[in-house]
């Protein structure tokens, strides 16, 4: 495999570097600078020299690949007996591909990842390099295809702004992120925490080694409690209860902010952000690649991703991806076995476009990591090593998932869109292990209860609607309506034990309790039913995009006891808007404001209170957002200042009412794309100034809210070096400021930075495209607590841990 390297003059590039530092400060978005840098296009890349003798096509290809800079990979049997008459003189891109395919049925096609490779020529084909059918732009949602990717290969030009469908970066009126497959593959990245490593405006507050991946977005938490909390193509209630695997995710998306108009309110009531995992489908072109890996201290494992296009006019397409891991952890005692089965089905018509997502996931620990609570008045002690485990070595866990998800869309003609989704989930959990340890005091001694936890969720969801596109005068108009229905059941049981104690630093073994397997009675019902209307208004050739849109969202919620009776009920339902403009002054440049709600599940108030049983109106977030983008050909940077304010319900004086407000103002300053030939830089800082503005108890008011850092940054670097072709050193650093677990400011993390390194080297071996990755993790070993939850249970940091991989396209 090649790695494509745009050319550019060392002028350009400092040009466009000193652009993107002018820029962050809005006002330098105007300088001469910024207009200077414009988009390239591959067809437009410098002129180059070639002297490459005639020879059998699938070598002259293999060697103009190289000295073109790009990442071609194909068939052997499509070239077989086939000769090119080589390439001599100064050639354009465009002029080199049609000289080398001259007399063949073949051509150069873009995959959705960056890198490129043959497939046979319609008959009514009269280009050589196409773009070809991997690239959809623009608002309409089109199931067929993706967003392009970006230069560099790490992130792509757009993402799904849920109801609103696929949209360019610098036309979507938000702050989001757009991660690739080929960054996940080269991270290394298990599942989707791993990937959002890469975001400042991501924390995950999950436990390495531990059972359950969350997040908290712009300082708020998203995922908690779970239930089917991330997005999976565009709707909810599918993607895998507690942890989603990236073997089948094609691109993994972040919204950042609340999203009730885009996506609906989130089963779980998160509002910091939405992460919508984009499944794998089919490609244009055949695929057979395998990927052996390691992580210490044992764990080994095996993944193929096979696509194949079936029919007369490759209509069928069939996309299965299958891993197995199994070994031990870098941690103690731990030890984790994995199976994921995922297969997608999809057929592309004319104006049909249909596909069928199945996924099965097992995943098994023993001693699984636990997150950690502090007793009142004990400051936090040092973390221990991230290795040291104190659950016990008896400790287990086991979860189940099983998805599917049925999409079509259909066009009644060129202005008329029809679509429709169709599916659910259903996650079974069972863990045997000690409940979240308490640490009692500075030295560390900790003390849990054990218990048996049975935990099983249903989830079902169903929408349809429609996409308009239409003029009035001057004005273009992308107009979408959708109803929605979530569904979801949980039942869920647990014995507990006799206490066991322990100690952070020298974790004690104490024998296995006898304790019965629980039962499962229902515990909640839950109904999330909503109908949605917007309309993206655009003039001046798309220069001014006004995008307005109201949701009116019902929920509906009953509440059993273990005799299946409702102790409580709930039924209410509320209206959210939305407002978001995008003003590009120059093609290269984009301003945008969005203001946009969100919306939480009312509380109950609880049997403690004096008004027990009094049902609360659903928690209306509120953002208001300001930013700009700037692109300057294969560099990226955006700017972005938001403030978010969320209400909540708080006991005080005996009475529950709605008396708390959390207000989140933050900037954050993003970039992305390759600064230079074969360097690629992709991180961002965020800077947080959060405030629990309103609270029933005096003291808090002011207070820090749990878990928001006022600093979080990341830097991620790559270098194509240049003395041996096809080798790349990569590097990162991630940054989180100090955090308080409690609302009183009283008890608090202290700051902590990560640094990792690696290595990547792309060759052919037999002809066959191959990579080798290595990742050291944590490689200077630091000790630190990673993250803290907003009930204020906070996790231990990945230890030094080495990543191994090789993979082959055969």
Not at 89 to 109: P, R
Not at 750 to 777: K, L, M, N, S
Request: proline share 5%; hydrophobic share 35%; no cysteine.
């Amino acid at each position: 495999m090649f790695v494509a390297r745009p050319l550019r003059s060392d002028r350009s590039l400092k040009l466009a570097i000193r652009s993107a530092l002018l820029s962050l400060a809005l006002t330098g978005a105007a300088s001469p600078y910024a207009q200077a840098a414009e988009p390239a296009q591959l067809d437009a890349t410098a002129i180059r020299t070639y002297n490459i003798a005639p020879g059998p096509l699938g070598t002259t290809l293999s060697k103009f690949a190289v000295e073109a800079g790009i990442a071609l990979s194909f068939q052997p049997s499509l070239t077989d007996g086939l000769t090119s008459p080589g390439l001599s003189g100064t050639y354009s891109t465009q002029e080199a591909v049609s000289k080398l395919l001259a007399g063949s049925d073949l051509q150069i096609v873009a995959r959705s990842d960056g890198s490129y490779t043959l497939a046979r020529r319609p008959a009514d084909s009269a280009g050589a390099l196409t773009l070809g059918a991997t690239t959809v732009s623009g608002t309409d949602g089109r199931t067929d295809g993706l967003p392009p990717v970006y230069p560099g290969g790490q992130v792509a030009r757009g993402g799904r702004l849920g109801m609103l469908g696929n949209t360019d970066v610098m036309d979507a009126p938000f702050s989001v992120s757009n991660y690739t497959s080929t960054l996940m593959k080269d991270q290394q990245a298990v599942t989707v925490a791993d990937v959002l490593e890469r975001d400042s405006s991501v924390r995950s507050t999950g436990q390495t080694g531990g059972v359950v991946d969350s997040f908290f977005i712009r300082g708020f938490p998203v995922g908690e409690g779970n239930l089917g909390e991330l997005a999976f193509d565009g709707v909810y209630g599918v993607a895998p209860n507690y942890r989603v695997f990236t073997e089948y995710a094609e691109r993994v998306e972040v919204i950042k902010g609340p999203g009730a108009l885009l996506y609906g309110i989130s089963p779980n009531s998160g509002i910091g952000g939405v992460i919508n995992v984009v499944p794998k489908r089919s490609l244009d072109e055949d695929l057979t690649r395998f990927t052996a890996s390691y992580a210490m201290n044992s764990q080994v494992g095996g993944h193929i991703d096979l696509s194949r296009r079936f029919g007369e006019g490759r209509e069928f397409g069939v996309r299965i991806n299958g891993s197995t891991a199994t070994g031990d952890t870098a941690i103690d005692d731990q030890s984790r076995d994995v199976d994921i089965g995922a297969i997608s089905l999809d057929y592309q018509g004319e104006r049909l476009r249909t596909s069928l997502d199945l996924i099965s996931q097992k995943e098994q620990f023993d001693a699984p990591s636990r997150p950690f609570l502090i007793a009142k008045g004990v400051d936090i002690p040092s973390a221990a090593n991230g290795r040291t485990n104190v659950t016990q070595e008896w400790g287990w866990a086991e979860t189940r998932d099983k998805s599917a998800l049925l999409s079509g869309e259909y066009d009644l003609n060129d202005a008329l869109t029809v679509f429709a989704h169709a599916g659910g989930g259903k996650s079974d959990v069972s863990r045997m292990s000690d409940q979240t340890p308490t640490i009692l005091n500075s030295a560390g001694d900790t003390s849990s209860i054990p218990g048996y936890y049975k935990f099983e969720v249903e989830r079902y969801t169903v929408d349809a609607g429609a996409r308009l596109r239409f003029d009035t005068g001057p004005i273009s108009h992308s107009t979408t309506l959708q109803v929605t229905r979530y569904r979801d059941e949980l039942s869920r049981g647990i014995i507990s034990g006799p206490a066991v104690l322990s100690n952070i630093y020298h974790p004690i073994d104490r024998p296995k309790p006898n304790i019965a397997t629980p039962a499962t009675p229902k515990v909640s019902e839950t109904e999330l039913s909503g109908v949605a209307l917007a309309d993206t208004l655009s003039v001046l050739d798309e220069r001014v995009q006004v995008t307005l849109g109201l949701r009116k969202q019902n929920i509906k919620s009953d509440n059993f006891n273990p005799a299946g009776f409702v102790t409580t009920s709930y039924d209410e339902s509320e209206t959210t808007p939305m407002v978001g403009v995008v003003v590009k002054p120059w093609d290269h440049v984009s301003f945008y404001y969005n203001y946009i709600e969100g919306l939480s599940k009312g509380d109950t108030a609880p049997a403690t209170a004096s008004n027990s049983g009094e049902i609360f109106a659903p928690y209306i977030s509120r953002q208001q957002e300001v930013g700009v983008k700037v692109d300057y050909g294969t560099f990226t940077s955006t700017l972005s200042l938001f403030q978010i304010k969320k209400p909540s319900g708080e006991l005080a004086n005996g009475v529950f009412s709605v008396q708390g407000e959390q207000r989140n103002r933050g900037v954050e300053l993003n970039v992305f794309g390759e600064i230079a030939q074969g360097t690629r830089l992709l991180g961002g800082v965020t800077l947080l100034d959060a405030e629990l503005t309103k609270s029933g108890t005096p003291a808090n008011r002011g207070n820090k809210p749990v878990g928001v850092p006022d600093v979080q940054a990341n830097l991620w670097a790559e270098w194509d070096t240049p003395w041996i072709e096809g080798l790349t050193l990569t590097s990162g650093a991630i940054y989180t400021d100090s955090q308080y677990v409690n609302q009183a400011n009283t008890q608090e993390l202290d700051a902590w930075t990560r640094f990792d390194a690696g290595v990547r080297y792309t060759t052919r071996i037999a002809e066959h495209p191959t990579t080798f990755r290595a990742t050291v993790q944590n490689v200077f070993d630091r000790e630190y607590w990673s993250g803290v939850a907003s009930y204020g249970a906070f996790s231990q940091g990945a230890p030094r841990t080495l990543l191994m991989s090789a993979t082959v396209d055969f």
